[in-house]
């Protein structure tokens, strides 16, 4: 979604936000745009489309200054154009913002507005903030105070960053809800304001989260930190871990080809820390879960959204198998809205790559009116999804830059793995055998994935062949059942191919009408307890006349009779097969998308972090 980036130093702001605003590329957006306070003036440069196409303009009609702010846009109000892109510059000309967010009362506040004789440039709701920046400014106050007074009367939730030519020493920034993170970067003399870490990393790893209702004054020097009612807060300052060159692409073709190969190591950082083979233990420690209050759930209910919902619904069955604990699964936008049965004694938790998605986070503060202890799964350190919860498991996989996520759901398959094992372990329902028995499996993680990412060759000869097709149906069950719905959002979302997912002892009871030869069948069918099932429907679907693509565990002779073609995975404990089973399923997206010649890191109307409803 929109991305943010703010600057202030005694640098050049321009290359410094354009160089932020192409690290956050990969959220998805449809128009940016670039204002620095220059010689005491706003210049303002903005344009459709690519960031590349504001790069040109700014080429073509070059803007410096030592502050400045910038955004890429995702469109809620008004369509992508430059006029409707931010930076949003109010009537005087000596404010200027960029917003994150829905200003959800903006009609009431622009007729308000208008009625007072402002004239509004462009359709969106953003620019009532300005006009009401602008509004508070003419009263004599600071712009701080302006910003503050503006901020009570908007509705909504918001990240937003200001800056005045009057006043041009500093920058203002506030979060109000979840729509974005606002992160304050750190430097020597200079300081940095994103709405995403990968931004600003490059300088700085010394950064502070803002929390909901709170807001910056950022100078060359600090930031100072206050509620939107002006009470201090003490600056806590992380310091990042990511290492910048995680963000880069390297020899890779695209983003999402880098990631699916980063997986070789990001399974091991899964485990490392975590697992301690010796003493057969499980250490979670950031989930700050102890015996007594592992001991006190009655249920688990994981809520998440797309990609990161499909691994809820593996955890389901992992929890359920070794925690015996009941799990349910739901999709954060239905669970916030359903009115769910949570107690004090149920755990919810949610599993987010970016930690700021509108609908998980909401799922989260439900469930946290509802007294229910809030567990989060997030890669994105220092998210709101990782900071509101009571305790948390970070992905440790890195920045993810590819829309499509990949390296982000394997990483909490095995997340969710450990987290089985550790509550059983806690709730002292585990034996020891068991235990024993579980751990020694993670053992085979990274050489099996290994072997997965070796077969790309083979799953390219797949994709060239059925690049054409038009439709596809992804079955699958058991454990493997949501891989199925997983391989299929993969596909659709960068390949633009209608792909569908069903559990396949559903096939039978519609889906089977439409399999003929041009609807090819992709089936998950690993040696697993439910792989004699899976051999019957398969059986059923190839009776139909359609082509059969199977995943299928090495050595399986009958899966090599059937399928017209096989993605071989390695044979693994049962309760892992996702992990190996999800990979030929990326890459087959993927090199079907690359072959189309698609976008495959920016597919269409897609963002990599969904920060509204
Ligand atoms: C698909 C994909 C999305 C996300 C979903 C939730 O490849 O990436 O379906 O999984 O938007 O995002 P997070 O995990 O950031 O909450």
């Given at each position: 979604m929109c991305g943010i980036v703010g600057y202030i130093g005694e640098k050049n702001a321009t290359p410094i936000i354009l160089g932020g605003l192409k690290k956050l590329e990969?959220?998805?957006?449809?128009s940016a745009g670039i204002a620095v306070i220059e010689e005491g003036n706003i210049e303002l440069r903005r344009d459709v489309g690519k960031l590349v196409n504001l790069e040109k303009l700014v080429e073509q009609q070059p803007l410096s200054g030592k502050i400045g702010i910038g955004h890429t846009r995702w469109a809620t109000?008004?369509?992508?154009s430059a006029k409707n892109a931010h930076p949003h510059i109010g009537e005087t000309g000596d404010v200027v913002i960029v917003h994150n967010g829905i200003v959800e009362n903006y009609l009431e506040l622009k007729e308000e507005l208008e009625a007072e004789g402002a004239h509004f440039?462009?359709?969106?709701?953003?620019e009532t903030i300005v006009h009401l920046i602008e509004r508070n400014l003419g009263s004599g106050v600071s712009l701080e105070k302006a910003v503050r007074l503006s901020l009570q009367r908007i509705k909504g939730a918001h990240g937003i960053v200001v800056i005045s030519s009057k006043e041009p020493d500093k920058i203002i920034a506030a979060r109000i809800g979840n729509a974005g993170g606002v992160v304050i970067g750190y430097g020597e003399g200079e300081m940095f304001v994103a709405s995403?870490?990968?931004?600003i990393l490059e300088y700085t790893r010394r950064m502070s989260f803002l929390e909901s209702q709170q807001m910056a004054v950022v100078t060359r020097e600090n930031a100072t930190i206050t509620t939107l009612d002006g009470k201090a807060v003490p600056a806590k300052i992380d310091t990042i871990a990511?290492?910048?060159?995680?963000?880069v692409k390297g020899n890779y073709r695209h983003f999402m080809q880098k990631e699916i190969h980063e997986q070789a190591r990001s399974l091991i950082d899964t485990l490392t820390g975590r697992v301690d083979f010796e003493n057969n233990r499980i250490n979670?420690?950031?989930?700050?879960?102890?015996a007594e209050k592992a001991r006190k759930f009655n249920k688990v209910i994981i809520t998440a959204c797309g990609t990161a919902y499909h691994a809820g619904l593996v955890g389901k069955t992992m929890i359920e198998t070794i925690a015996r604990i009941p799990t349910e699964v739901d999709i954060a936008s239905e669970f916030r809205y359903r009115?769910?049965?949570?107690?004090?004694?149920t755990c919810v938790l949610t599993i987010s790559q970016?930690?700021?998605t509108a609908d998980t986070l909401a799922a989260m503060e439900e469930a946290r009116n509802k007294k229910a202890m809030v567990f989060s799964i997030v890669?994105?350190?220092?998210?709101q999804a990782m900071r509101v919860a009571d305790g948390y498991i970070s992905?440790?996989?890195?920045?993810?830059?590819?829309?499509?996520s990949t390296k982000a759901f394997t990483a909490p398959l095995v997340d969710l793995y450990l987290f089985a094992i550790y509550l059983a372990d806690l709730r002292g329902t585990l034996s020891e055998e068991e235990r024993y028995r579980s751990i020694y499996d993670l053992r085979v993680i990274p050489d099996l994935a290994g072997k997965c990412l070796k077969r790309e060759d083979a799953v390219r000869e797949v994709a060239e062949k059925i690049k054409d097709i038009h439709n596809i149906l992804y079955l699958g069950r058991g454990i493997n059942m949501p891989i199925a719905y997983e391989g299929a959002l993969k596909l659709k979302e960068i390949s633009y191919i209608h792909a569908e997912a069903y559990?396949?002892?559903?096939?039978?009871?519609?889906?089977?009408?439409?399999?003929?030869?041009d609807m090819p069948v992709l089936a998950i069918m690993?040696?697993?307890?439910?792989y004699e099932k899976m051999l019957s429907q398969v059986e059923q679907a190839k009776a139909r006349g359609g082509i059969l693509i199977l995943v299928a565990t090495d050595g399986d002779e009958r899966a090599g009779e059937l399928g017209d073609d096989v993605l071989w995975i390695p044979e693994a404990p049962w309760m892992l097969t996702p992990v190996f089973a999800t990979i030929p399923l990326q890459m087959l997206a993927y090199h079907i998308a690359a072959i189309r010649g698609l976008d495959v890191d920016q597919p269409r109307n897609l963002a990599k972090s969904v920060t509204v409803e």
């Open positions: 990969y959220r998805g957006y449809d109000h008004g369509a992508p440039n462009s359709e969106t709701d953003t995403d870490i990968p931004a990511w290492d910048p060159v995680a963000a979670l420690m950031n989930l700050n879960l102890d009115d769910p049965l949570v107690d004090e004694n970016s930690g700021e890669n994105a350190i220092g998210s992905m440790q996989v890195g920045p993810e830059i590819g829309v499509a559990p396949a002892g559903e096939m039978k009871h519609g889906p089977i009408a439409l399999i003929d030869q690993p040696k697993d307890q439910w």
